[in-house]
Nanobody
Framework: QVQLVESGGGLVQAGGSLRLSCAAS????????MGWFRQAPGKEREFVSA????????YYRDSVKGRFTISRDNAKKTVYLQMNSLKPEDTAVYYC??????????????????WGQGTQVTVSS
């Protein structure tokens, strides 16, 4: 069983920064592919970023490339999402997700078997 707890969301002005954290349980966190997704009101959940199990590969949706950075600390069983130059369109609930069964990074939410409760990010204009 894997439990994920996100933190770090909040209200920020456009152009500002936030760092999301996701603390995970589980003995083999270093084996998990980790991802961040987000869901805005009235929209489907969408991929934001993902990182391979040893952190050597990272992936981003086009709209956040150059602004967001995903990283992981396997010793702390934590994955981070540093978000800079935030825009109002980044407003959403952000979810951390874990895929403990595959070494291949996926951008589809169905591949991730474990999810956090979400943290709200609101960017004001």
């Amino acid at each position: 069983q894997v439990q994920l707890v996100e933190s770090g969301g909040g209200l920020v002005q456009a152009g500002g920064s936030l760092r999301l954290s996701c603390a995970a349980s589980g003995r083999t966190f270093s084996n998990y592919v980790m991802g961040w997704f987000r869901q805005a009101p009235g929209k489907e959940r969408e991929f934001v970023s993902a990182i391979s199990w040893i952190g050597s590969s990272t992936y981003y949706r086009d709209s956040v490339k150059g602004r967001f950075t995903i990283s992981r600390d396997n010793a702390k069983k934590t994955v981070y999402l540093q978000m800079n130059s935030l825009k109002p369109e980044d407003t959403a609930v952000y979810y951390c997700a874990a895929d403990p069964t595959s070494k291949v990074v996926s951008v589809t939410p169905e591949r991730y078997g474990y999810w956090g409760q979400g943290t709200q990010v609101t960017v004001s204009s």
